[in-house]
């Protein structure tokens, strides 16, 4: 497929003080094999050279875009108002992409026009230095059965359709701001994950998702389950998450960790963790 038939794909990448990885994560975009993108950098407010490192980059593909601090949505929604593609990308600044990602994911979605958001499975890196790679179901029903505990998708390995973003209504303020967004999509859109690891996640103990009370992480896990179970349903099959989540919810306003819900880590709930596989030593996928 030339340049001039290939589909741009944008890959939006928001920036909060990540001066220490946001040059691998930009290597491995600027090496895709795919040729046909736009990599636009939202550096919100970063307090360090970030911003600096991504425009050193000599590739005129590379847009980077500035603002005071506002926190992920904000950058979020600030990278997609400039995105020209039909096609959007995520890569967190944390994350690295495997040299082919794109072009595998373009090739799906241009063979499968039904699908509107498409995964990958993703080598998941803990500050321990401990690794699981994140294999979730890869077909839409399984996916949407999912989406009534929790999202099955890794941040930074989805693509998806211009339309079907904003048929949706783009990112909604607030935590879980990338599970209510999928919710939405499959009200319209068919959904898939590709089975082969594209993208390597970095987890980082000073995230903002790290750094939220189990309480309010909760709060906010019910009320994008709720969401999943008015708009995908069958209520017969959401009455269980929404059941562990609000029971684990009242324990916590009590002061009781019941380890429902979610792990003590308060980032991967139960669900998740049943797709979470030991591997071996770090491999480069860069």
């Known amino acids: 497929m030339t340049t001039e038939r290939a589909p741009l794909v944008s890959i939006v990448m928001p920036v909060f003080n990540a001066a220490g990885t946001i040059g691998e994560a930009m290597r491995s975009l600027v090496q895709q094999t795919y040729g046909h993108l736009e990599i636009l950098v939202v550096d919100d407010g970063s307090a360090d050279e970030s911003a600096a490192i991504a425009a050193a980059f000599a590739d005129d593909r590379i847009v980077v875009i500035r603002q005071p601090h506002a926190g992920l949505v904000s950058a979020l929604r600030a990278g997609y108002a400039r995105a020209r593609g039909d ?9 690295v992409a495997r040299p082919d990602r794109i072009a595998t994911q373009v090739a799906y979605l241009d063979a499968h026009p039904h699908v509107g958001l498409l995964g990958s ?18 077909a839409d029903q399984a996916l949407r059965r999912y989406l009534l505990w929790d999202s099955p998708f890794i941040h930074s390995s989805v693509v998806f359709r211009r339309s079907a973003y904003e048929t949706a209504g783009g990112y909604t303020p607030g935590p879980n701001e990338d599970y209510r967004l999928w919710v939405q999509i499959a009200r319209s859109w068919s ?36 969401e999943a179970a008015r708009f995908l349903g069958p209520w017969s099959r959401a009455l269980p998450a929404l059941a562990a989540t609000g029971l684990s919810l009242g324990l916590a306003a ?20 049943r797709h979470l596989h030991d591997v071996g030593p770090t491999r480069d996928d860069g």
């Open 87 to 95: 096609y959007i990308a995520r890569l967190d600044a944390d994350d």
């Open 191 to 226: 959904l898939a994950v590709i089975p082969e690891v594209l993208v390597a996640h970095r987890i980082r103990l000073t995230s903002h998702s790290r750094s939220v009370s189990r309480r309010d992480a909760l709060r906010a896990r019910l009320a994008a389950q709720w």
């Open 254 to 273: 009590a002061g009781i960790d019941a380890g429902l819900g979610l792990r003590p880590s308060r980032r991967w709930p139960t669900v998740r963790s």
């Open 121 to 138: 499975h993703a080598r998941i890196v803990w500050p321990d230095g401990r690794e699981q790679v994140f294999e979730p179901p890869t």
